[in-house]
């Protein structure tokens, strides 16, 4: 295996690692109340928690500055409008925890998050691995 898919796949492990404690340990209720709403300062807290945690990720795999500021604001504005979306579409349904589309439209939403990762790692191998 090359050093860069290498490094590659750790950066992508620790997005998800990232991702797990910004997603499910690091939310306070303003972030989780209050998310159809577009402009909703506890979700833009939330988007925010990631990109600092993912500003983290890029400085440990030695990422150049220029271009963790590019991936960190462009993954707060996916990760606000992603979560976003998922927030409206179970409210207009009126799903919740107890129904099947509460839950498919949590798997999509986090397959979408995941697959911004790799995005970024993608972006990452061509410009600064």
């Not at 400085?59 to 963790?68: A, F, N, Q, R, S």
Request: aromatic residues 14%; contains cysteine.
């Amino acid at each position: 295996m090359t050093a860069t898919v290498s490094s590659v796949l750790i950066l992508i492990c620790l997005l998800q690692i990232k991702h797990m404690f910004a997603d499910y340990f690091l939310q306070t209720p303003r972030m989780l109340s209050g998310r159809g709403e577009y402009w909703h300062l506890g979700r833009a807290q939330h988007a925010g928690v990631h990109a600092i945690g993912s500003a983290i990720v890029l400085m440990i795999v030695g990422t150049p500055i220029w271009l963790i500021l590019v991936l960190v604001v462009a993954e707060w504005v996916v990760h606000f409008n992603i979560d976003w979306g998922k927030a409206r579409y179970s409210e207009t349904k009126g799903y919740g925890p107890t129904q099947a589309g509460y839950w498919r439209a949590n798997g999509f939403d986090q397959a979408l998050h995941h697959l911004t990762y790799v995005l970024m790692a993608w972006v990452w191998a061509e410009w600064a691995a």
